[in-house]
């Protein structure tokens, strides 16, 4: 007769034996479970069939039940090896989390990982974190923003700057800064006889690029699908090419203000909303008190 507690109680016994268990041996039970053969299964845990055979037994040994149907040419999990089979990965899932964690906290009490989605903040604020954790490393990113809360919630950043407001109450964050957006153009290109431009309006054309811009290549290419980049990696191959060629390359009123743009260029105002971005800085705001001298050194003209 079917007893729920019974089979409640014989689930929570195996679960907590398998917590109990070599992770080597999970690791192979759940690996068969995913493959379906103890030659697959070996070949991707780069061991020996022999090998595989050897920890199931073990594995059955140490459990005290059978966890496999076995015949002459061929082996398959029962009933209560799928089970322990599901219970395996599930605390493979858990060891892994388990690792990362106490590994990012271990980091984050030697290292601030912070991620930036642009290049002139991390200009700007690199200073500045620089003196505010004195003594420390500090580990920094940067790229499109796109998934910055996420690696702020699994530990990854302590600290990103985002080019929105999080949203989320689980999030602390300021505004440290604006950028504008021109495209920089030599005084015979025809360009120049526009008081403003439009993305759009660069559209075709063959535009000199630097390729570690983070959000900004997205936000180029969504309303510039047929523009020509030339992308340089290197940050002084780009500046060569950009004083000596007829590119166009675009500019940031951050390096106008301080007369470090490419010389001789008109710098064109482009007037798309996206061209024109707030800045933020983000912690978790249960990390908040960690990071309060940071954010008590920066205000909304920071990044300018």
Known sequence: MYNANSEICYITSVY??????????????????ETGTLS??????????????????????????????????????????KLAAEYARRVLEANRDFESQVRAFDRSLRTISIGFCAPV???????????????????AD???????????????????VTHFKPESDIFY????????????????????FYPEVHLKDLNGLSILLYSKIGFW?????????NTNYLLQVERSSFSELASG????????????????????RV????????????????????KKRRYIKLFDSIHERTVY
């Open 16 to 33: 907590w034996r398998l917590l109990m268990i070599d992770i080597y041996l999970l690791e192979n039970l759940a690996t068969f479970a």
């Open 40 to 81: 697959a299964a070996a070949e991707k845990l780069h061991t020996s069939q022999p090998a595989m055979t050897r920890a199931m037994h073990k594995l059955e040994a140490e459990l005290g039940v059978t966890l496999f149907v076995r015949s002459k040419n061929r082996m398959e999990l029962n009933e209560t090896g």
């Open 121 to 139: 903040p991390q200009e700007v604020l690199t200073p500045i974190l620089n003196t505010v954790f004195d003594g420390m490393t500090i580990s």
């Open 142 to 160: 940067m790229k499109d923003d796109a998934d910055f809360l996420a690696r702020l919630e699994d530990g990854t950043y302590q600290l990103a």
């Open 173 to 192: 964050s300021k505004k440290c800064g604006h950028e504008d957006l021109f495209i920089s153009v030599t005084p015979s290109n025809p360009l120049t």
């Open 217 to 225: 290549a997205s936000t180029h290419r969504t309303k510039t699908p």
């Open 245 to 264: 060629s007829e590119y166009p390359v675009f500019a940031s009123n951050y390096y106008i203000r301080r007369g470090d743009a490419v010389p001789g």
């Open 267 to 286: 710098n064109i105002p482009i007037v798309d909303p996206e061209c024109h971005t707030d800045y933020y800085l983000v912690c978790l705001e249960s």
